[in-house]
């Protein structure tokens, strides 16, 4: 039993119905050798045994045609007698003649157990019947099959050329009767006048006779019965009157059925043989097929088994969910995807063999919080996911993502070194009817991409509004890609002033999408996204180019141009620059590049080459949005940026922030200490102007001053304060 169903277990059920069939092929077959061998056999011996009925039929028939000549040719030697003429054709017979001639003879019963002599008028004149003198004178006592003899033949009877015989019923039963006139044997009778004498000769049916018969003509237990039995074969002895004297029985041969008994061991021995080839066939082909049903399943396990982890792949958990969403369209299913944050950089850094390690102990880890009836799959990389049914699904997925964050943020050891990796996760819930299980996956994934993109280390579950973020993020995007290509995008500038003159000493381009069919967007609605579809490399081109032409003709005025994080990270980016700054032949010491740290903290490296390029060439740095990031002064020192932009969210509260005006303080004595200028945003109150000034920065920019405005508008408000004073 446990054999079986292990043997289940391992053989698919396509391989399993093969054997079946098989096997039941086999079988079916043994059937139809034997079922066809034993009819075939009966078949050759009915057909035989009725060929044998015909035969034996045509041999009974012989017999008793030949008992019929016999008496004829008896009677009509015995008839045709030049002796016989002599002594009967008197008035008185002489009946010691007779007695001695035929009288005698009557005793032998295997001849003819009557004779009678009869007269013209058919009247017996003489007669011995068995050995006694018959004193009767009636002819009838022969029968109706005798009188009807006698008169089918007047002919015959008249010249006695030949005794006529015939089956009769006569007084004593069942008899073959003869009659011939008796007459000279060279010629025919003459001179007898009207006088007539017949010899009749009997022959009754005795036991002796029909036996006698049977061994004569191999026909086995002959009889003659008074009735036929169906059963057996019979022959009717008919008189000349129609009516049935006696019925001849006799015991078929059935030589086909005992050739059929004597074939019978042989037939089995074939069946046998043929069964055992059968048996043998069919054993070694379910072998065969048994085999290769288990290969196939090892092939199959193989491919459904991520043979780092040891999990199951991304392929087995898709057919699991598939084959489930088969069988329990209504079932609750939960997939919790994990994505590793950090894994690529153990990879880069303590190599692929390390990068291995870890992937087997998070494996080793996840598997040992795997819930009950939950499956667990390698997706591919650093990707890992939970499948579990059911309504407590949910909750224990829960559960399972918590202990895994929690691994996974925690240090970890391979070997004699320990790595600070984290993970991103998404779960989605949802029944098979609701959604396909490739939806339920993309959910997942939409989720822990969210997971990824929101900080990291943390859970999300999905719901719609996730997608409709997504949507949005798409739509904007093409959005975008138009709006470059129908020129909707356009670049205003917020004057930046110095803070003792308050002369406006520079202006920053900000970019504006005026031009979009649903209407404008502000640019912190659509930076983010431009900047992860690589569409912020032609915005920031755009504005550079549009920057640098507007205001290349205004001189002593700087401008300061934000670049995105993904803009450094192109390594054309320098290149782009000097080709904007060739273009426009604006001069590069009048332009600042404005970034944000986070990017300088990512990929530090390439941040430094990148600014010490630039520097070399002329251009200005100033690290934009500072107090909100973590910048450290080792970062400031490294960079060497010519300007620090204090936030808004700092500056702005220096009136009412004891903290925020610390803040700005330090700032400021640091920036001092590295030579840095200093550039408030966010000034809005002649207070925040007072502050900013006596705290030290040296320009001071926000709505105070001036909103961003249309290059018009700036040229103008320039003109019209003449010597750029804006207060
Ligand atoms: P940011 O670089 O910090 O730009 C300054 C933002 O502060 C501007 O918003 C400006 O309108 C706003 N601002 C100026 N003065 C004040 C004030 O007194 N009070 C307040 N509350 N806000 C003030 P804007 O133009 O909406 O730009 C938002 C952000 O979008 C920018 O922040 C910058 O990070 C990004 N951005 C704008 N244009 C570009 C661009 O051409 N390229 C790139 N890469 N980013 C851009
Ligand atoms: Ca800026
Ligand atoms: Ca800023």
Known sequence: MKLWRQWRMN?????????????????????????????????????????????????????????LTHMTQKTTDNAQWDDAVDELYRDSVDTAWLQRTWGVTALDKRTYDGVFVLD????????????????????????????????????????????????????YGPAVVSISLVRPVEHPLSGAGTMRRYLVMTRHFTPGLVQGLGTAFRLDH????????????????????????????WKPRLSGALAARAAAPRIQQITWLISVLVLVFV??????LHRLAQSEATAKRFALTDNLSGLPNRRALFEHLQSEGKKHKARM????????DGFKDVNDIYGHNTGDKLIMIVAAALKKYLPEKGMLARMGGDEFALLIAGHDGPAKAQGFAEAALAFVGA?????????????SIGIAISTLKACTSHELFRRADLAMYHSKATGKGRITHYDAELDAARQHKQAVEQGIRKGLQNGEFDVVYQPIVDARTQRVTSVEALVRWPGRPEGPLPPDQFIDIAETSGLIHEIGQFVLRKACADLKAVPDLRLSVNISPAQFRDPEFERKVDAVIDETGFPVDRLELEVTEGYLIENPDRAIAAVANLKARGVSFALDDFGTGYSSIGYLRR???????????L???????????????????????????VTAEGVETEEHVRLLRLAGCNTLQGYYFSRPKALRDVLAMLEQNGKRSVA
């Open 11 to 67: 053989v698919s059920p396509t391989a399993r119905m093969l054997i079946a069939t098989v096997a039941l092929c086999g079988i079916a077959t043994i059937a139809a050798v034997v079922i066809l061998l034993n009819a075939s056999l009966s078949a050759i011996a009915a057909k035989s045994d009725e060929m044998d009925g015909h035969r034996s039929n045509d041999t009974a028939q012989a017999a008793a045609q030949a008992l």
């Open 120 to 171: 013209e008028n058919r009247r017996i004149l003489w007669g011995r019947f068995r050995g006694q003198a018959f004193t009767g004178t009636d002819a009838r006592m022969f029968g109706s099959g005798f009188a009807a003899l006698v008169a089918a033949h007047p002919g015959q009877l008249a010249s006695g050329e030949t005794a006529v015989s015939g089956f009769s019923l006569t007084r």
């Open 222 to 249: 002959l009889r003659a019965a008074p009735a036929a039995d169906r059963h057996i074969p019979f022959l009717n002895l008919t008189g000349a009157d129609g009516r049935v004297v006696a019925h001849l029985t």
């Open 283 to 288: 054993g070694v082909s379910g072998y065969a």
């Open 333 to 340: 299913q939960t997939v919790v995807f994990i994505d590793l």
């Open 411 to 423: 240090p970890i050891r391979i070997g004699d070194r320990s790595v600070q990796i984290g993970a």
């Open 639 to 649: 960079f060497n940026f010519d300007r620090i932009k204090i936030d808004k969210s």
């Open 651 to 677: 500056a702005g509260r220096i009136d009412r922030d004891p903290q925020a005006a610390a803040l700005v303080a330090g700032t400021v004595n640091i920036a001092a200490a590295l030579k840095m200028l």
